[in-house]
């Protein structure tokens, strides 16, 4: 395994790269509170099956730091998108497939929508298409799922993102994984990049201005411009989600058929929650492996 920075416009990004020299190139994107230690569990299949893997750490996550000290913490989406394609630009990846999970799936669907002739193949995790605009339908059910958001929002909760962030995101650790109990060991190997000097100001500004809380940054319009303008998915994508994530559930995935015109397919992993990646990574491979091989190219 080498672990390398790779430079872009903001950003140094810590990356792992790992696999055949010569595979198919698959970026992994972890979501929120993970890091890239999540994939640990599906990397040696993804590599017995040919792929070379790529796994970076977010904006504000572990040893990525941003270049300059005055840049804008921001956390839109689509600054997120942005960070995975100019990290592949660096690399010289010119084309490759998207494995995402919570705002990683995110940034693989904005990614996918952006730039589609050079996304083979997107697996989203925990997360559907179409869930990210303030003004978006929801049940009663899912803004309760959506507590820690609103409590971001205020003082109350941004004093606990900055200085009680370890037991905050253990708390939600233990609630989103219902029927899993999760290790410590493996909690406290994720949470050392939650240590990130910026992860506090990521977080906030991400599930702030998602809600109109916080200003967007002019350097993103003409990303969210594009992406608002038409938001239809033309690359093959593969949606997984645990029939019993607690965050979002499994209906905010549903009936989302018409925003992809190419290959699409969803699964539902019966009492699974929201980390399936950590929780039944022979569930997930099982389903991305044939997905990812039927798009290579």
């Not at 606990?160 to 899993?180: E, G, K, T, V």
């Not at 506090?200 to 350097?219: E, F, K, M, Q």
């Not at 938001?231 to 019993?244: A, F, K, N, S």
């Not at 994530?245 to 995935?253: A, F, L, R, V």
């Amino acid at each position: 395994m080498q672990e390398t920075t790779i430079t872009t416009s903001q950003l140094d990004i810590a990356c792992r790269i790992s696999g055949p020299e010569d595979g198919f190139p698959v970026i992994l994107i972890h979501g929120w509170p993970d890091d890239a230690l999540t994939w640990n569990r599906m990397l040696p299949d993804l590599h017995g099956a040919g792929f070379r893997t790529y796994v970076p750490w977010l904006r504000g996550c572990g040893l990525t730091r941003f270049r300059e000290q005055d840049a804008p913490r921001n956390g839109q989406l689509v600054a997120l998108a942005k960070d995975m394609l100019e990290m592949a630009d660096g690399l010289g990846l010119s084309r490759f497939s998207l494995i995402g999970h919570d705002w990683g799936a995110r940034a693989a669907y904005i990614a996918s929508v952006l730039a589609p002739g050079r996304v083979a193949g997107s697996v989203a995790l925990s997360v559907g298409w179409g869930t990210n605009a303030p003004d978006q339908t929801m049940s009663y059910r899912q803004m309760q799922n959506y507590w820690y958001h609103w409590l971001m929002g205020l003082d109350r909760g941004a004093d606990l993102i900055r200085n009680d962030r370890q037991r905050f995101m253990r708390y939600i650790w233990s609630i989103w994984n219902p029927a899993w109990e999760v290790p410590e060991e493996e909690f406290a190997a994720t949470a050392l990049a939650f240590e990130n000097p910026d992860w506090a100001d990521i977080t906030l500004h991400s599930y702030r201005v998602r809600w109109g809380l916080a200003p967007r940054s002019p350097a993103f319009e003409e990303l969210e411009r594009r992406v608002a303008a038409d938001p239809v998915i033309h690359v093959p994508t593969l949606v997984i989600h645990g029939g019993d994530d607690p965050c979002n559930d499994p209906e905010t995935s549903a009936g989302k058929d018409h925003l992809f015109a190419g290959y699409y397919e969803r699964h539902i992993l019966a009492a699974i929650g929201h980390f399936p990646q950590r929780q039944s990574a022979a569930s997930v491979t099982k389903l991305a492996m044939p997905f990812l091989l039927r798009n290579i190219g």
